[in-house]
């Protein structure tokens, strides 16, 4: 079983900044993808960021690209989004995801059966 919890959250100003922590515990294969997505009310859950937990290839999605940047520390048994330039539209629930093991990174969430709670993320104008 896996846990994962994550931090970080809160309300910043648009072209700020939030650093989100995710700390998983329990049975994690190093082959996993890690992964951060968002769900904004009223629409679908979205692709963030993944790396796989072994490896260093990072994987975005178009609207994060150049402003948010996903790492983790093993040794911490823990996965990070840097947030940059944040903007209004950024606003969601970010959750972190793990348990998908594949040759090629998913950005689906049906591919991920590990979540967390979610936290809150909330960019003002």
């Known amino acids: 079983q896996v846990q994962l919890v994550e931090s970080g959250g809160g309300l910043v100003q648009a072209g700020g900044s939030l650093r989100l922590s995710c700390v998983a515990s329990?049975?994690?294969?190093?082959?996993?993808?890690m992964a951060w997505f968002r769900q904004a009310p009223g629409k679908e859950r979205e692709f963030v960021a993944a790396?796989?937990?072994?490896?260093?290839?990072?994987h975005y999605g178009d609207s994060v690209k150049g402003r948010f940047t996903i790492t983790r520390d093993n040794a911490k048994s823990t996965l990070y989004l840097q947030m940059n330039m944040l903007k209004p539209e950024d606003t969601a629930t970010y959750y972190c995801?793990?348990?998908?093991?594949?040759?090629?990174?998913?950005?689906?969430?049906?591919?991920?059966?590990?979540w967390g709670q979610g936290v809150q993320v909330t960019v003002s104008s």
């Open positions: 790396i796989r937990r072994t490896g260093f290839a990072q």
């Open positions: 995801a793990t348990g998908l093991a594949a040759l090629e990174v998913g950005t689906r969430p049906s591919e991920y059966p590990y």
């Open positions: 329990g049975s994690i294969s190093g082959g996993y993808f």
